[in-house]
């Protein structure tokens, strides 16, 4: 794995922190990683909760994320970063230790091309707490609990692609709740399912809801780039046949109608 100068320097910081880390009986923390698919380079940013953190820039906990190139060093493009309210971006965040829930916006930059959000290791978080993330561009929202990795794709000449795109919200109890208050509407297309995946035999079915009318099916390769693309009826069940033109990989399948398109990973062997 090819880690950016950012993510080294921020091993180095969090051997440093190891002491501050170690004061917690109970450390609440988690890494998310960011990786670009194509390059396999990747950025961490760790957040963690304690009882007298702030809101605010918390000298004894907190790190701020390195914007700065070094001279003479090539710098991966692969960045993540926390937002706190006044703009500053950390690369260690702490916050207090939520009541009901914390939304965590986070600042993200890459590649041309497809990304993956890393949140599987919850080690050093409490098992009472849930996680939701929100991708306010396509208007998903992705229960982490259920899928730890979120595949997406970045488009540098669309900043809406990048930049704010994503809100982690962390929920402390023992039912994930239901909110009310998320700002993505539901989709109005859904995929609900894809069978088989891995694609072994040219064909699969989608099971998808939220529109009765005409969807564009597409396929995208680890570039973003279109490579297969059709017209169907979503009628709850969509027969795809795409026979034997693309090699063995990880792709994007997307089901897309006049609104929005709502995506999920494909595998084809």
């Known amino acids: 794995m090819k880690l950016s100068l950012h993510a080294l320097i921020l091993l180095v910081l969090v051997f440093v922190r190891t002491v501050s880390f170690s004061q917690s ?3 609440n923390y988690i890494p998310v990683s960011l990786k670009n698919i194509q390059k396999g380079e990747t950025d961490i940013l760790y957040l963690r909760f304690e009882q007298d953190a702030t809101n605010s820039f918390d000298n004894h906990y907190d790190a701020y994320k390195l914007s700065m190139p070094t001279p003479g060093v090539s710098v991966s493009q692969v960045l993540l970063a926390s937002v706190m309210d006044n703009n500053i971006q950390l ?3 702490a916050r207090p230790v939520p009541n009901t829930t914390d939304t965590i916006p986070m600042n993200l930059t ?3 091309g497809f990304h993956t959000l890393d949140f599987s290791d919850r080690s050093s978080l409490g098992a009472d707490y849930h996680l939701l993330l929100v991708d306010n561009y396509i208007h998903n929202i ?3 609990d259920q ?3 979120y595949t997406f794709d970045i488009q540098n000449s669309n900043p809406l692609t990048f930049g704010r795109r994503f809100d982690v919200i962390f929920m402390v109890g023992s039912v994930l709740p239901v909110t ?4 993505p509407a539901i989709p109005s297309i859904q995929i609900d399912n894809v069978f088989p995946n891995p694609v ?3 064909r699969f079915t989608i099971h998808c809801s939220g529109d009765d009318g005409d969807v564009i099916v597409a396929i995208y390769n680890a570039l973003g780039e279109k490579v297969y693309g059709n017209i169907y009826s979503a009628n709850g ?3 795809v046949e795409i026979g034997e033109n693309l090699i063995a990989g990880t792709y994007i399948l997307g089901v897309k109608n006049e609104k929005e398109e709502n995506r999920r990973k494909l595998v084809i062997e």
């Not at 009310?180 to 700002?183: A, G, Y």
Request: proline residues 8%; charged residues 20%; without cysteine.
């Open 147 to 149: 899928n730890p990795v």
């Open 180 to 183: 009310q208050d998320i700002k």
């Open 110 to 112: 890459g590649y041309n």
């Open 91 to 93: 690369s260690i965040d």
């Open 142 to 144: 992705i229960n982490l």
């Open 237 to 239: 069940i969509i027969e």
């Open 200 to 202: 072994s035999a040219g």
């Open 25 to 27: 009986e109970s450390p």
